[in-house]
């Protein structure tokens, strides 16, 4: 079915029919779901995946599903699998096999780096008080 049958049903879908429309950034949709495995899932986390896969299946696009697992402190392979269930309870199947940010912290560490370098970053030097007090 291509882009142009679809209906958008709210404003992402619409930008993404646009861009895929015009051939943007190879007309494939990929989409991820990043959760952080330091707990549960929540019903925020079950809207996400809903959102998440179901935008790669109305564009015949792939998901994946990649753990932001750079916090070791906090996480726990009991969560790794609970999220993996729950993602499969919901109905869904992500795309290839399952990432983690920690295979390539190395190179996204090197990319924050020539960001930095290259003026288009930086980094915040803001105490945990002077956070809490801008929010």
């Known amino acids: 079915m291509s882009a142009e049958s679809k209906k958008a049903h709210n404003f992402i879908q619409s930008l993404i029919e ?6 943007e950034h190879t007309g494939q949709v990929v989409t991820r ?10 019903v925020g986390h079950a ?6 896969f179901g935008i ?5 696009g792939e ?6 697992d750079t916090n070791p402190e ?7 699998d609970a999220i993996k269930k ?3 309870w919901l109905g869904f199947t992500w795309s290839g096999e399952v990432r983690y940010a920690s295979d390539y912290f190395d190179s996204i560490y090197g990319f924050a780096e020539e960001l930095i370098e290259k003026g288009k ?4 030097a803001l105490s945990a008080d002077e956070m809490a007090e801008y929010r």
């Open 18 to 23: 646009d861009a895929v429309s015009k051939g």
């Open 33 to 42: 779901f990043p959760p952080e495995p330091n707990g549960y899932l929540h």
């Open 47 to 52: 809207k996400s995946i809903c959102l998440n």
């Open 56 to 60: 790669a299946e109305t564009f015949d």
């Open 63 to 68: 998901c994946t599903l990649r753990f932001d």
């Open 74 to 80: 906090k996480e726990s392979q009991e969560y790794i």
């Open 86 to 88: 729950d993602v499969e």
């Open 121 to 124: 970053a930086y980094v915040c």
